[in-house]
């Protein structure tokens, strides 16, 4: 009973002492890229496809850069359920991204990964890395520096389309969007 009692009083002798506070955690500000369009659903902001989107880069930011814009090479590559494999169409779309890249070498780059509804969360943030990467290895293999490059995962955290079987739906979501920042001058 006495070796209980002490062990109970050194317990909270130790538990009242100043013990190191966990380290803050600073995150960086994010951009929210999605609104709600007229029918209440999820419109991405990046999506070139739809009227009023831009990226830096097309005319009538202000951002404009010498020659062609690179809404004109296309910022989405979409890939097959489960697959971070590029299709032919994917390689032509990022063939042109790397193009313009390679001429606009002032800007850097986000490649965000994205997957559809089913599967775990952990599933689909891997495979949204694993498409993200496959994208930044195409565009480094195409002579776009790898330093320029940094890739995100999102999962299926921020769907281009809020579905919840239909198929042609689904395969909206599993894409990698290539975003291009603002130069270091601001331009």
């Known amino acids: 009973m006495r070796v209980t ?16 506070s966990d380290p803050q955690v600073v995150s960086a500000p994010v951009a929210d890229l999605y609104m709600t369009g007229p029918d209440g659903t999820a419109i991405y902001r990046g999506d070139v496809n739809r009227p009023g ?4 880069g097309d005319p009538g930011t202000g951002m404009t850069a010498p020659g062609t814009s690179f809404a004109a090479a296309g910022d989405t ?5 489960a697959e971070a494999t590029l299709s032919d169409d994917a390689r032509d779309t990022l063939t042109r991204q790397a193009a313009w890249l390679t001429q606009n070498a002032a800007y850097p780059v986000m490649v965000e990964g994205h997957a559809d509804e089913p599967g775990t969360r952990e599933f689909n943030l891997a495979l949204g890395a694993r498409r993200a990467t496959s994208v930044r290895e195409y565009l480094v293999s195409k002579g776009v520096a790898a330093n320029r490059i940094q890739t995100v995962s999102y999962g299926k955290e921020r769907p281009a389309s809020i579905c919840a079987s239909e198929a042609s739906c ?14 270091q001058a601001g331009t």
């Open 5 to 20: 009692l002490t062990m109970i009083a050194a317990i909270a002798a130790l538990s009242a002492c100043n013990m190191p």
């Open 53 to 56: 989107t831009r990226l830096p």
């Open 77 to 81: 590559v979409y890939f097959s359920e």
């Open 170 to 183: 689904l395969a909206r979501n599993r894409r990698a969007v290539t975003i291009v920042g603002q130069t």
